[in-house]
């Protein structure tokens, strides 16, 4: 029997069509609109999200249900000596939690990591412990070495418009609509699963000047020994952008980090209700090395 299965969710960006590739197991991430539940990847697009959206629709994320992540648990250890799972960061979502309190049940054979991640570096938490899993890691030090390394991250995101977040009460109606005419584009980080304002800037194009400038900050500071090392890389991320547009930004991220791999990941759909679409995300993170 094969040692130790990961599971993570949607979140991080990569869907259950993904699962065969990476080796990865990803329970999809419900959304809520006008009351009824769809779930990401599964009976809902990115179009047909952002499409709603655009509409007026009432949206809001939600969160696996115990019983949906329970099942897939028992299935995965039929085949399977134990599970690490990875759910979105516990500052972000109550998922760690309930997933936590119910791998109690599971004799230790779950291992619930706390990785304060979303996104890209949620989905590069699941691609290591998948190659410390290959490495015959148990799955007990893999999630003790991804606590340990879990704020080897920084994500940058640039806000397209400022209507969803005046809808989520992060900026008031006056304030969104001085904004919109000023081309405002807020830019947003997490630092350790916590979502908070970073900066205010005029233009998209400004604003990734400005996230890349704090990105070759940290690395020249806090990351430094893993740029060094060659453990350090990029990733860049959308919520629903032009392709073209996307495209140019991507070697954009690449001229500014030549010297670093550039991996892209949409932006997960709970990241999206509550900034619309055109964002943009960059970031930097810890990426392990398979032996293999």
Known sequence: MPGVAVMTDSNCGLLQEDEKRYGISIIPMPVVIDGNTYYEGVDITQEQFYEKLSQGAAVTSSQPSPGDVMDRWDRLL???????????????????????????????????????????????????????????????????ILEKEALDASIYIAVDTLE??????????AGAAIGTVLNIKPVLTIQGGKLDAYAKTRGMKSAFKTMCRALKSEISGRFHDLYEDGCLCAGIADTYMEREDLENWKEELARAFPELEVMHIPLTLSIGCHIGPGGLGVGVYRKHRSDR
């Open 78 to 144: 039929e085949g399977y000596d134990e599970i690490v799972y990875i759910p979105m960061s516990s500052g972000l979502s109550h998922s760690y939690a309930c997933a936590a309190a119910f791998a109690g049940e599971y004799g230790g054979r779950v291992h619930v990591v706390d990785n304060h991640r979303i996104s890209i570096t949620q989905a590069q938490a699941a691609l290591d412990a998948r190659i410390l899993a290959e490495q015959g890691k148990s799955g007990a030090e893999i999630k003790g």
């Open 164 to 173: 969803y977040l005046r809808k989520g009460g992060r900026v008031t109606p």
